[in-house]
């Protein structure tokens, strides 16, 4: 997963103990901000894999034991259709194609092959021929993306199964904790009830999205969080060691306001801050 560039040109890069260092430090925060026996609800957006998610709620209710985490992300599974000579498209849950899989190759769909790479380009535009071919007749249930079931589904010429993105110790803990839910949700709409606390973390990146597009995230952030409430920006500068350019902020009256920063603070600070009511 993490070599996997999504259609939207996010990767889903992330690891075990990604933010330990971080989490310890905004419980800290937390705690002090929160009353320890308030109900808080807490939400992980764009979580990947919802490893991380599952890491620092396992934490975080410890300090918060009426708490309620949700971790999501707009993306919890891909669907890999099979065709009967054994090839597959490999899809994004709304049908939209990312690669062909015709053994030994894996190739690419939704980005450009290299001119250096000729053998490439023509394995491309073959792939995307079959695409053309074959996606027409492709017509996925909306009840089977919606629903637990991960059952092959004959959807002629294809066999449809899903490959979940979820890490096993996320779904470990949401079958066990009763405080712990995963869910799609898109870091770009809002949520339709507000909560406490809101991480997103190396999503609102400049190197991603527009600056038009990152103050629309932005303002879904503050739509979804109720006064009071606490707002994790930032991105991961650096891998091994894990380190993060991050700010807490606090939804006070009509505007954020800063309540700590780890290392430079998020890069998309000055929009967080230039937002108002």
Not at 13 to 26: G, Y
Not at 134 to 144: D, H, K, V
Request: with cysteine; charged share 25%.
């Amino acid at each position: 997963m993490r070599e996997l560039r999504l259609s939207s040109g996010i990767y889903r890069t992330t690891f075990p103990n990604r933010f330990k260092k971080l989490d310890d430090e905004i419980n800290a925060i937390l705690a002090s901000h929160f009353d320890r026996s308030q109900r808080i609800e807490v939400h992980d957006w764009a979580a990947s894999d919802c490893v991380t998610s599952a890491e620092w709620a396992a934490s975080l209710v410890k300090l918060f034991p009426l708490m309620q985490f949700t971790a999501s992300d707009l993306l919890l599974f891909l669907i890999e259709a099979t065709l009967p000579d054994g090839s597959a498209f490999m899809l994004e849950s709304d049908g939209r194609p990312l690669q062909y899989v015709w053994k030994p190759f894996v190739i690419p769909l939704d980005v450009r092959e290299s001119k250096k790479f000729p053998l490439n380009i023509a394995l491309q535009w073959w792939a995307r021929r079959r695409w053309l071919k074959y996606s027409q007749s492709l017509s996925i249930p909306a009840e089977r993306l919606h629903s637990r079931d991960s059952s092959e589904l004959n959807c002629f010429p294809f066999v449809l199964k899903k490959i979940p993105l979820v890490h096993p110790r996320a779904q470990l803990l949401q079958r066990e904790s009763s405080s712990f839910t995963i869910a799609p949700h898109s870091a770009f709409e809002p949520l339709s009830a507000p909560c406490h606390v809101i991480r997103t973390l190396n999503i609102f990146n400049r190197v991603y999205f527009p600056e038009e597009r990152l103050r629309q995230g932005i303002q879904n952030v503050w739509t979804s969080l109720l006064p009071g409430g606490i707002s994790i920006i930032g991105r991961t500068y650096q891998e091994n060691p894990p380190e993060h350019n991050a700010s807490i902020l606090v939804k006070e009256n009509e505007k954020f306001r800063v309540l700590a920063r780890f290392g430079a603070g998020s890069e998309v600070e000055d929009l967080a801050l230039e937002l108002r009511a």
